[in-house]
C-alpha cells in the first residue's frame, strides 16, 4: 500500500491482477479471471504494463464513495493505466461532495494482441476485439471486489479518452444496449475515435499482414510467439500501414480541432487534399472521393463550411469522419440523459483537455 506523492489520505494499489496472463491458449481469446488467490501482491511503488493489471486509488473513506473506471487512450496500439495522476482529480471531487471518489483504471491487450477480427480467428477458441472483453472482465471485477478498496459498486461512472472513450461507446451497445449485468451507471466518453472497417476482406487482409510479419503460418502458430514477437509483429503492422431504452447517463467530450493533429503538412493544396482523402479513405471508390470532395466538403473557404484553408479542409474532414459525428450519434440516442461540452482552450487538439480532467496541468 503507497500512499499518492504529495498526500497522506490517498493510497494507491498499482498492480492488482484482474486476469489470468493473456499467453498460449489464452492468446487472441475471452480473458479469464485469475485462479486462486496471492497472499502478498506487489505494493506497487512501480506500476506494471502487463495487459491485464489494473490501479485503485482510493481515498481515507468512512463509507463507500462513488467509482470511476478510466479506460486510456492511445490509438489502441499503445497506453496503460498509468499515464494520468487522478490524485487531483481525486482532492477536486471534495468541491462538490464530502465523498471524495476511487479511482481505478485497467491496462487492456494492444494492437494485434487485443484487436483483430475476421473470419481467419477460431471461434472456438478465439474473439474478436479482445481487448473489450478485457475491459468487460475488469468492470466485473470492479462489481465484485470494489467494496475493499471502499467503492459503491452501483455508483460506477466509465470514463475514457480517444481508444478508451470509444471503447466505451462499444460497452454501451454490447449485447444490443440490453445487457443482462449493469456493470456501470454513467459514462464519460471523451474524443471518441476509431475508423471504420467496411468489410470482412479488410479485416483478414490485416490477419494475413500480421500473420506474415510475425512470420507464422496461422494464428494457432502465433499463440506459440511470445508477448514480445506478437507486440513487434503488431508494430510493423502499424508503422507500415498508411496513414434503445438505456439508463446510461452520458457526459461527451469532444475538442475544438480534433482532426489537425492526424492531418498531413501536405494537405495544403487541392492535390494534397485528393491525396489525403485517398490515403484516408482507402477503400473508398473515385466517384465516392469525388463526392466528399466536390459536395460535403467542397473548396469553399469563406469559413460558411468551418475551413477557411485547406489544412483546415483536411482537418475537419477528418474530424468529422472520425470523432465530432459519432459524438452526435450517441446524442442523438440517449436524448436528455446525455450532456456534452466542447474544450476550445486554444489550440483546443485532441486529447489536451487531459491535463484539465485530472487537475494537473501547468
Given at each position: 500500500?503507497?500512499?499518492?506523492?504529495?498526500?497522506?489520505?490517498?493510497?494507491?494499489?498499482?498492480?492488482?491482477?484482474?486476469?489470468?496472463?493473456?499467453?498460449?491458449?489464452l492468446q487472441f481469446a475471452k480473458p479469464v479471471a485469475p485462479k486462486g488467490r496471492n497472499v502478498t501482491t506487489d505494493k506497487?511503488?512501480?506500476?506494471?504494463?502487463?495487459?491485464?493489471?489494473?490501479?485503485?486509488?482510493?481515498?481515507?473513506?468512512?463509507?463507500?464513495?462513488?467509482?470511476?473506471?478510466?479506460?486510456?487512450?492511445?490509438?489502441?496500439?499503445?497506453?496503460?493505466?498509468?499515464?494520468?495522476?487522478?490524485?487531483?482529480?481525486?482532492?477536486?471531487?471534495?468541491?462538490?461532495?464530502?465523498?471524495?471518489?476511487?479511482?481505478?483504471?485497467?491496462?487492456?491487450?494492444?494492437?494485434?494482441?487485443?484487436?483483430?477480427?475476421?473470419?481467419?480467428?477460431?471461434?472456438?477458441?478465439?474473439?474478436?476485439?479482445?481487448?473489450?472483453?478485457?475491459?468487460?472482465?475488469?468492470?466485473?471485477?470492479?462489481?465484485?471486489?470494489?467494496?475493499?478498496?471502499?467503492?459503491?459498486?452501483?455508483?460506477?461512472?466509465?470514463?475514457?479518452?480517444?481508444?478508451?472513450?470509444?471503447?466505451?461507446?462499444?460497452?454501451?451497445?454490447?449485447?444490443?444496449?440490453?445487457?443482462?449485468?449493469?456493470?456501470?451507471?454513467?459514462?464519460?466518453?471523451?474524443?471518441?475515435?476509431?475508423?471504420?472497417?467496411?468489410?470482412?476482406?479488410?479485416?483478414?487482409?490485416?490477419?494475413?499482414?500480421?500473420?506474415?510479419?510475425?512470420?507464422?503460418?496461422?494464428?494457432?502458430?502465433?499463440?506459440?510467439?511470445?508477448?514480445?514477437?506478437?507486440?513487434?509483429?503488431?508494430?510493423?503492422?502499424?508503422?507500415?500501414?498508411?496513414?434503445?431504452?438505456?439508463?446510461?447517463?452520458?457526459?461527451?467530450?469532444?475538442n475544438e480541432d480534433e482532426g489537425l493533429i492526424f492531418t498531413s503538412p501536405e494537405s495544403n493544396d487541392d492535390a494534397g487534399?485528393?491525396?489525403?482523402?485517398?490515403?484516408?479513405?482507402?477503400?473508398?471508390?473515385?466517384?465516392?472521393?469525388?463526392?466528399?470532395?466536390?459536395?460535403?466538403?467542397?473548396?469553399?473557404?469563406?469559413?460558411?463550411?468551418?475551413?477557411?484553408?485547406?489544412?483546415?479542409?483536411?482537418?475537419?474532414?477528418?474530424?468529422?469522419?472520425?470523432?465530432?459525428?459519432?459524438?452526435?450519434?450517441?446524442?442523438?440516442?440517449?436524448?436528455?440523459?446525455?450532456?456534452?461540452?466542447?474544450?476550445?482552450?486554444?489550440?483546443?487538439?485532441?486529447?489536451?483537455?487531459?491535463?484539465?480532467?485530472?487537475?494537473?496541468?501547468?
Amino acid at each position: 500500500m503507497t500512499g499518492v506523492k504529495g498526500s497522506s489520505s490517498l493510497y494507491n494499489f498499482s498492480n492488482i491482477r484482474y486476469g489470468e496472463p493473456p499467453m498460449g491458449d489464452l492468446q487472441f481469446a475471452k480473458p479469464v479471471a485469475p485462479k486462486g488467490r496471492n497472499v502478498t501482491t506487489d505494493k506497487g511503488d512501480v506500476g506494471r504494463i502487463c495487459p491485464q493489471a489494473m490501479a485503485a486509488w482510493e481515498p481515507i473513506l468512512r463509507k463507500l464513495a462513488p467509482v470511476i473506471f478510466w479506460l486510456s487512450g492511445g490509438g489502441y496500439t499503445t497506453g496503460e493505466k498509468g499515464w494520468f495522476d487522478p490524485a487531483g482529480l481525486i482532492k477536486a471531487s471534495y468541491a462538490s461532495s464530502s465523498e471524495g471518489l476511487v479511482f481505478v483504471s485497467a491496462n487492456y491487450r494492444l494492437g494485434a494482441l487485443g484487436w483483430l477480427a475476421g473470419s481467419k480467428l477460431d471461434r472456438e477458441t478465439m474473439v474478436a476485439n479482445a481487448a473489450l472483453y478485457d475491459q468487460r472482465l475488469a468492470l466485473e471485477w470492479i462489481q465484485e471486489n470494489i467494496h475493499q478498496f471502499g467503492g459503491d459498486p452501483t455508483r460506477v461512472t466509465i470514463m475514457g479518452e480517444s481508444a478508451g472513450g470509444a471503447s466505451i461507446y462499444h460497452h454501451l451497445t454490447a449485447f444490443g444496449g440490453k445487457d443482462k449485468r449493469t456493470l456501470f451507471q454513467r459514462a464519460i466518453p471523451q474524443s471518441i475515435g476509431w475508423v471504420h472497417i467496411a468489410n470482412e476482406k479488410l479485416e483478414n487482409d490485416v490477419i494475413d499482414k500480421f500473420l506474415s510479419l510475425a512470420k507464422v503460418p496461422d494464428l494457432e502458430a502465433a499463440r506459440k510467439l511470445s508477448t514480445g514477437e506478437v507486440q513487434e509483429a503488431s508494430r510493423l503492422l502499424i508503422s507500415n500501414s498508411d496513414w434503445g431504452t438505456s439508463t446510461t447517463d452520458l457526459l461527451i467530450g469532444f475538442n475544438e480541432d480534433e482532426g489537425l493533429i492526424f492531418t498531413s503538412p501536405e494537405s495544403n493544396d487541392d492535390a494534397g487534399y485528393r491525396k489525403f482523402l485517398q490515403s484516408t479513405y482507402s477503400n473508398a471508390s473515385p466517384e465516392t472521393l469525388d463526392h466528399i470532395e466536390t459536395k460535403l466538403y467542397p473548396p469553399v473557404f469563406d469559413g460558411s463550411y468551418g475551413y477557411t484553408n485547406q489544412t483546415g479542409h483536411a482537418s475537419i474532414t477528418k474530424a468529422e469522419s472520425e470523432f465530432t459525428c459519432k459524438y452526435g450519434f450517441l446524442q442523438a440516442a440517449y436524448g436528455d440523459r446525455a450532456k456534452s461540452y466542447r474544450f476550445n482552450v486554444y489550440p483546443g487538439l485532441h486529447g489536451s483537455e487531459m491535463h484539465y480532467t485530472f487537475y494537473n496541468g501547468p
